[in-house]
């Protein structure tokens, strides 16, 4: 199992920034697909991107273009970088890792507010 550990959420107002940071420990990083979650109150989780150990990316559309996944296989850690933040985007982000199609483990979560 790998331990994932979430920080840099917060609350930011709308058209704003905010990175996210998933650092890994235990298992071999470089050969998982590192993915972000996230949600809403009331609503199931939902994909947000994911990062293969090759560096591909895929994303949701509701992030298309603004959202970027990147991935340091030196540190073990997958970083979403999220700009032109929406009221939408309130959620609590959570990282996974996966090897193939396996989930070998979830993050704590983090909490993003994005509200004026």
């Known amino acids: 199992q790998v331990q994932l550990v979430e920080s840099g959420g917060g609350l930011v107002q709308p058209g704003g920034s905010l990175r996210l940071s998933c650092k890994a420990s235990?298992?071999?990083?470089?050969?998982?697909?590192m993915g972000w979650y996230r949600q809403a109150p009331g609503k199931p989780r939902e994909l947000v991107a994911t990062?293969?150990?090759?560096?591909?990316?895929n994303y949701a559309d509701s992030v298309k273009g603004r959202f970027t996944i990147s991935r340091d296989n030196t540190k073990n850690t997958v970083d979403l970088q999220m700009n032109s933040l929406k009221p939408e985007d309130t959620a609590v982000y959570y990282c996974?890792?996966?090897?193939?199609?396996?989930?070998?483990?979830w993050g704590q979560g983090t909490q993003v507010t994005v509200s004026s």
């Open positions: 990062i293969t150990a090759r560096g591909n990316t």
């Open positions: 996974n890792a996966r090897h193939i199609t396996l989930t070998v483990g």
């Open positions: 235990g298992g071999i990083f470089r050969t998982y697909v």
